[in-house]
């Protein structure tokens, strides 16, 4: 097919995009990393796209160390919710992070899961109750070097 649209986003450093979904409403949602903003080393950047590609809204999230992320999805009550790792954040060298925004792209919830090694959170899914399920791989844990890590979360409602 032809191509509808082609846009480009980011800064001066480096900006990747690693994830992206659409909303109920057609809108497009773009997960990836950024070291052009943010609070330092790379940062979760979110975009909300109209289905023309105009950004509706631009988040980025993080602190001062690494932080991923690898999928974004919109739940059944219009929120986002994202899974990646950080190292800002937990317990950790990488922990999973898990994060709620609205629909407007403001945070309303996160949750690191992790212990003294790596845990990175590669997938998510909405459950039918709400519940979040995060599904990636820790060193920290489990019978080898790198084992698969399925977490399910509860967040706020």
Do not use: C, H
Not at 10 to 32: K, R
Not at 69 to 75: L, P
Not at 88 to 111: F, P
Request: charged fraction near 20%; glycine fraction near 16%.
């Amino acid at each position: 097919g032809e191509p509808l649209w082609d846009k480009t986003f980011g800064g001066a450093d480096a900006d990747y995009a690693s994830t992206v979904s659409t909303a109920a409403n057609g809108d497009v949602l773009v997960g990836g990393m950024t070291r052009s903003a943010g609070a330092g080393g790379f940062d979760i950047r979110v975009l909300r796209l109209s289905a023309g590609g105009d950004i509706i809204w631009d988040q980025t999230l993080g602190g001062a160390k690494d932080d991923w992320i690898r999928a974004v999805t919109e739940t059944r009550d219009g929120n986002l919710a994202l899974a990646g790792y950080t190292m800002s954040k937990g317990a950790g060298l990488y922990d999973m992070w898990a994060l709620q925004l609205d629909a407007a792209g403001n945070r309303r919830w996160e949750q690191t899961v992790g212990q003294a090694g790596n845990e990175w959170a590669r997938a998510l899914v909405e459950l039918p109750n709400g519940d979040l399920a995060l599904a990636g791989d820790t060193l920290s844990r489990g019978a080898g070097a790198s084992d698969a890590l399925v977490v399910r979360l509860s967040p706020p409602r």
